[in-house]
Nanobody, 120 residues
Framework: QLQLVESGGGLVQSGGSLRLACAASGFTFGTIGWFRQAPGKEREGVSC??????SYLVSVKGRFTISRDNAKSTVYLQMNDLNPEDSGVYYC?????????????????WGKGTLVTVSS
């Protein structure tokens, strides 16, 4: 059964860290990554990975790191130095195409999301 299951969200103070995990099963993907949506805002691509190629939203570069464990079919997002603007629901998403741009239109499968709240 095709599934993307996120975990690791929560409440953290500004400057803190969180690590999100996404376990994928039931399909083969070319690109996988993380998206987020804050209340009243559009969903945006935070970071994606395809083979050894990674991409990051400008505002998270240097603070967030995406990685994958192929043996576990799991992708992680290490988030450091968090600030309130990072708050939102974080979704794991995957697309069949390799090297796809980290945009929601390129993703075919979505998880249900995990909430990240950063307090000031």
């Amino acid at each position: 059964q095709l599934q993307l299951v996120e975990s690791g969200g929560g409440l953290v103070q500004s400057g803190g860290s969180l690590r999100l995990a996404c376990a994928a099963s039931g399909f083969t993907f070319g690109t996988i990554g993380w998206f987020r949506q804050a209340p009243g805002k559009e969903r945006e691509g935070v970071s994606c990975v395809s083979d050894d190629n990674t991409s990051y939203l400008v505002s998270v570069k240097g603070r967030f790191t995406i990685s994958r464990d192929n043996a576990k079919s799991t992708v992680y997002l290490q988030m450091n130095d968090l600030n309130p603007e990072d708050s939102g629901v974080y979704y794991c998403a995957a697309g069949r195409t390799k090297l796809a741009t980290c945009h929601q239109r390129n993703m075919d499968y979505w998880g249900k999301g995990t909430l990240v709240t950063v307090s000031s």
